[in-house]
């Protein structure tokens, strides 16, 4: 009889411990499967801020807060990501999202962020004005005094520039461009060997502006280096 009870107390016990491991094995399952929407998720909202942070034109130092080297809740998930899917028996979905949340995977590396952030953001334009009345004259004055002259066939200035070759001309060239660039108003020109010819105009107000102006200053001042 004795022996009976303890069979039967043995029984109840392996069944208890078969049902403890069951739902213990089906909760392991249900979280894995949970940390692996989430992680998923935090990839989506991430890189979605990341190209909204971009078209906004964010400095790059708000960019680089969003760095994932810089987050430990990154390499957090990337553990709690590849345990979950060992346990659900893929280990190699494991290693691809090991490769998804590390350095494997190039758009979410420092240089995919930075190559983000690196991008100047727009400047507010605003629209020029054409130079009328005094203000004109006096300003075109100094120009002139500089060998600038008025356009022939529409308001404009224009000088000649030459150097003692193409290479001079052509460094010239490249001396204006980076400021006419950061200015964001881009001279006309035509260059024959040792000649640059330079036209200033300002479409958007049809006409000279200020831009203009401010533009020829620096074209003669990088003449006289």
């Not at 605003?126 to 529409?154: A, F, I």
Request: proline fraction near 3%; charge should be positive; hydrophobic fraction near 40%.
């Amino acid at each position: 009889m004795l022996n009976r009870l303890n069979i039967k107390a043995q029984e109840i016990r392996e069944v208890c411990v078969r049902s403890a491991t069951n739902v213990g094995l089906k909760f392991l399952i249900l979280w894995s499967r949970l940390v692996v929407i989430l992680s998923l998720l935090i990839i989506f909202i991430r890189l979605s801020v990341l190209v909204v942070f971009n078209r906004k034109g964010l400095r790059h130092r708000t960019v680089l807060t969003w760095e994932w080297n810089q987050q430990p809740s990154r390499r957090i998930s990337r553990l709690l990501v590849g345990m979950s899917i060992t346990i659900l028996g893929s280990r190699s979905f494991s290693a691809l999202s090991t490769s998804i949340l590390g350095r494997t995977l190039n758009p979410f590396s420092s240089a995919y962020v930075r190559h983000f952030a690196d991008k100047k953001p727009k400047r507010k334009m605003v629209r020029p004005v054409k130079l009328t009345g005094e203000d004109r004259e006096n300003k075109l004055q100094t120009l002139q005094n500089n060998g600038w002259t008025l356009h022939e066939s529409r308001d404009a200035i224009c000088k000649t520039f030459k150097f003692k070759n193409f290479v001079e001309a052509f460094d010239f060239m490249k001396a204006v461009a980076g400021p006419a660039e950061e200015m964001d108003h881009h001279p006309e020109w035509f260059n024959v060997y040792n000649r640059v010819d330079i036209t200033l105009s300002t479409h958007d107000c049809n006409g000279l502006s200020e831009n203009d102006v401010k533009l020829a200053s620096v074209i003669d001042s990088l003449n006289k280096k």
